[in-house]
């Protein structure tokens, strides 16, 4: 199994300022068929389902604020909220859907400071 | 517009079974891998398995192997997601979730409690 490892394990940011949150794969999730990265980030609000917000690694989901970016290639990676705002507390995790079974990192809590 | 309801929340004992349902609609069934995953209280994302609508093939996490049970009915575009033998372990948050790669779409959740 791909184990997916996220870093810090929370973080508190002031408003308006950048959060950055890392994710590394324990084996490259690059496909060498379609040269694309199996790699998504998701949001999570209490009381909520996830939501994704990036695939591909660096694809934002239709509707999904362009502040929210991904980057990274291989095993490591990263989801950057450019300005952070007060809707954009809660817990984000990477998955991996490169093979099976598929994977998340173990998230990470995002708080105001 | 896609929509995925769950059944709703469950209290079982140690031991017993449980079925959630997840009926789908606003897109072809049989055109999406649906996944389930759980969560358990204050815990991270568990992936547990998927089955291929079409073919109603199976592939199941080796955790659960032997305890979990994924079917679906296309008359009715549902999917199913059984889990037997049931301990306080399994008190979680279960999701079905469409496959487009990634998980696109998620359904609202099913809260099953184990308790004696």
């Known amino acids: 199994d791909i184990v997916m490892t996220q870093s810090p394990d929370s973080l508190a940011v002031s408003l308006g300022e950048r959060a950055t949150i890392n994710c590394k794969s324990s084996?490259?999730?690059?496909?060498?068929?379609?040269?694309?990265?199996?790699l998504a980030w998701y949001q999570q609000k209490p009381g909520q389902p996830p939501k994704v917000l990036i695939h591909?690694?660096?694809t934002r989901e239709a509707g999904v604020p362009d502040r929210f970016s991904g980057s990274g290639s291989g095993t490591d990676f990263s989801l950057t909220i450019s300005s952070l705002q007060a809707e954009d507390v809660a817990v984000y995790y990477c998955?991996?859907?490169?093979?099976?079974?598929?994977?998340f990192g173990q998230g990470t809590k995002v708080e105001i400071k | 517009q896609v929509q995925m309801v769950q059944s709703g929340t469950e209290v079982k004992k140690p031991g017993a079974s449980v079925k959630v349902s997840c009926k789908t609609s606003?897109?072809?069934?049989?055109?999406?891998?649906m996944h389930w995953v759980r969560q358990a209280p204050g815990q991270g994302l568990e992936w547990m398995g998927r089955?291929?609508?079409?073919?109603?093939?199976?592939y199941y996490a080796q955790k659960f192997q032997g305890r979990i049970t994924l079917t679906r009915d296309t008359s009715i575009t549902t999917a199913y997601m059984e889990l037997s033998g049931l301990t306080s372990d399994d008190t979680a948050v279960y999701y079905c979730?469409?496959?487009?790669?990634?998980?696109?779409?998620w359904g609202q959740g099913t809260l099953v409690t184990v308790s004696s």
């Open positions: 979730v469409r496959e487009k790669w990634y998980y696109d779409y």
């Open positions: 606003g897109y072809t069934f049989m055109d999406y891998h």
């Open positions: 089955i291929f609508p079409d073919s109603g093939g199976t």
């Open positions: 084996q490259s999730v690059l496909s060498n068929s379609n040269k694309k990265n199996h």
């Open positions: 591909w690694a660096s």
């Open positions: 998955q991996q859907y490169y093979n099976s079974p598929r994977t």
